[in-house]
């Protein structure tokens, strides 16, 4: 068996730099690395190295306690955003019973949402305080105003408008259902504003909602008052509180009483077609226009006409009966000279009796009427007028 010898190494020249083995220093390596890496490969930081930055990022934030030295501080008072008195403000009204759960929070989210687009705050409208401590600015209230419990939603809603002129608010939300939506419609009464109901889509500029019970979806700029529909919006979750500043108002606690003013007489020669009970029509055949306004005095009813007769200007446009007028539900509807074009009769369908003057017996109003008299509208509205003052012919 042939044995191999190793040879060795010739010691190195006089001032050259010695060589390493690294198969010896080996594990010394392994264990330098493993100090300055972990397990996972990344860079061990040394926390009593980075003590001083953290400190200060610490006391600049205000965050808990820090140990500075042997002493210890307490927590230093959370950040507030506080918002100056001339931005723009919105109105949140929260009744002492919410519509549904958490809709104080979903209301104060929904007014943030549009104030923050606008660079203004919100104002929020608590009526009755259960807590005295509550710290509205960790609710999401810039502003905070406590109106005393009242029974009388028109005395609510007055408090509300009070409120919206204190801060000059653009706009002020409700929500959907119960009292709530009660005082919504109130307040808008007294600003004089159309509102919108079951919001569900908003923003500064728009608003989507819905009415008719939800058959109809309308879209149309944001009004003063908006009632949010339950569920639609994110509630205020942040973690920096607001100022929750609490405004203090003198408010009066009822409003002047009603006066009765007595009977006001409305003239049922005019009274609006929607309403009338007893309707005398013109139409192409009528020509006497001063006889069919005395014979509907006469009568008691109330003027309408066709079509033809508002196109050619002696009626205005809100006397028109038919399809493209006016659906009357009147209990009796005397027609003078119509003929009974389709549109007219699809006007007076629901009418309970209908009397037709005419001279064509096979006009299609005397076949729908219930009682026809086949002859001049001329003659016939004199005649009625004088039998109906108690008059009769020599």
Known sequence: ??????????????????????RRHEG?????????FGASGLPRRD??????QRLRRELRTGRATVRIGHAERLPMAPQ???LADDVP??????????????????????????????GGGVVMVRVGLQDPETDFGQIGADRAVVLPPATDPDVLAAHVVAVMERFKARHVFFGEGGADADVARRTAILLGERPATSVHLLSNKRVTFQEAGGRTEVSRPLPR??????????AYESGVAREGRRIEMELCETLPGVRDLGVVTTPQLDAPLGEARFIVSAGDGVTDWEAFRSVAEALGGTIAGSRQVVDAGHLPRHRQVGASGTLVEARCYLAFGI????????????????IAVNTDLHAAMVKRADLAIIADA?????????????????
């Open 28 to 36: 010394d390596h392994e264990a330098k690395a493993a100090e300055r």
């Open 339 to 354: 003929s009974g074009a389709p549109q007219h009769l699809q006007g007076v369908q629901r009418c309970r009796y209908v």
């Open 47 to 52: 926390p009593h190295k980075d003590k001083g």
């Open 80 to 82: 507030r955003i506080v």
């Open 89 to 118: 403000w919105i109105v949140v009204v929260s009744l002492p019973e919410e519509p549904w759960p958490d809709a104080e929070r979903e209301l104060l989210g929904t007014a943030h949402r549009v104030a923050d687009e606008m």
């Open 225 to 234: 008052v908006a009632t949010i529909a339950p569920g639609r919006f994110d």
């Open 378 to 394: 001329q003659q016939v509205m004199p005649a009625l007028a004088r039998l109906a003052g108690g008059q009769t012919d020599g």
């Open 1 to 22: 068996m042939m044995r191999i010898r190793r040879q060795r190494r010739a010691p190195s020249p006089p001032g050259a730099m010695p060589r390493i083995d690294p």
